[in-house]
Nanobody, 121 residues
Framework: QVRLVESGGGEVQPGGSLRLSCAAS????????MGWYRQAPGKERELVAA???????NYKNSVKGRFTISRDNAKDTIYLKMDSLKPEDTAVYYC???????????????WGKGTLVTVSS
């Protein structure tokens, strides 16, 4: 079994900051890319930021310069530092990992249960 556990969500005022964490655990052989997605009420889930095992990153245009994704490969953990938060950043943030389980041959996508981020005055 593989688990992705997110933490760090909450409510913050516009202009504030939050740091999300996501730890992958279980019978993992290799973790490839990991990333953060978000889904606002009434909208589709969208990619926010992603990072490869070598540290290459990719960001949604609207968060560039405000959000920073990082990764600790030894802990199979990623982080999302969110600065200058805006009300439109309000959403449930989901962690995603593309990984190969022990004894497996094919990389598959796994999801966390999500953590709510609310930006409101």
């Amino acid at each position: 079994q593989v688990r992705l556990v997110e933490s760090g969500g909450g409510e913050v005022q516009p202009g504030g900051s939050l740091r999300l964490s996501c730890a992958a655990s279980g019978n993992i052989f290799r973790v490839n890319s990991m990333g953060w997605y978000r889904q606002a009420p009434g909208k589709e889930r969208e990619l926010v930021a992603a990072i490869t095992s070598l540290g290459s990153t990719n960001y949604k245009n609207s968060v560039k310069g405000r959000f920073t994704i990082s990764r600790d490969n030894a802990k199979d953990t990623i982080y999302l530092k969110m600065d200058s938060l805006k009300p439109e950043d309000t959403a449930v943030y989901y962690c995603n990992a593309n990984l190969v389980v022990t004894g497996g041959y094919i990389a598959m996508n796994y999801w966390g249960k999500g953590t709510l981020v609310t930006v409101s005055s």
